[in-house]
């Protein structure tokens, strides 16, 4: 009986950057400015009926800040998804009412590399990692204080939740950026500000072009 050894598995057509950071530190805007497509992973949001979102200590409702408020799974599927085959269906997320309104298809059009965005994308570092399809992971990071402006005015501007709620939200996440940033920082993703983050997004870019090259 002939022997065969194993088919090597085949190339990923895609690999994804990780972009995550706290809220408000302008992830979503140095996304679009790369011209890559751009998985929104806040899409992945559970919803507000859902029994399993974790409750914030003193009362006030849902933890929206913690990773038990996201869907990890539904996310990592997206990712692999989009690398395997180029396309993938993702929610319509509304924060304001805490629902999915729809979805909509996602596809890459050829491109090698896309973004992946969101407060928790650093907590799919590892599984992303594992499975080979990893181009790199960041975490942006700048002064509380401009972070805690722009997030507030975002959220206001957008009407995202009740006006007291957001002012709360705010001066808690202010006090607590540089352990969100260290906690991000410990899953893997490399802090850094927007020009760093500009740089590394451009040599991934060439790496991801160079590698599809060799593919084809």
Known sequence: ??????????????????????????????????????????DFYKEGTDPSLPQLPDGGGADWDSP?????????????????AGR????????????????????????????????????????????GLLADALCLRGRPTTTFRRRLARDLR???????????????????????VARLTALGAHPCARPEALDRIATARTEGLAGAAVRS
Not at 9 to 17: D, E, G, Y
Request: with cysteine; glycine share 8%.
């Open 1 to 42: 009986m002939n022997s065969h050894s194993p088919s090597p598995m085949p190339s990923s057509p895609a690999r994804v950057l990780l972009l995550t950071g706290p809220s408000g530190s302008g992830k979503t805007s140095l996304a679009a400015a790369t011209g890559l497509p751009v998985l929104n992973l806040d």
């Open 68 to 84: 038990l408020s996201w869907d990890a799974d539904a996310a990592v599927a997206a990712v692999e998804e989009l690398c395997r």
């Open 88 to 131: 993938t269906t993702v929610p319509s997320y509304d924060i304001a009412t805490s629902a999915r309104t729809g979805a909509a298809e996602l596809t890459l059009d050829g491109a090698p590399l896309f973004l992946a965005e969101g407060v928790f994308a650093a907590d799919i570092i590892g599984r992303c990692r594992a499975a």
């Open 158 to 180: 957008e009407g995202r939740k009740p006006a007291v709620y957001l002012v709360r939200r705010g001066l808690r996440l202010l006090r607590d950026e540089r352990t969100i």
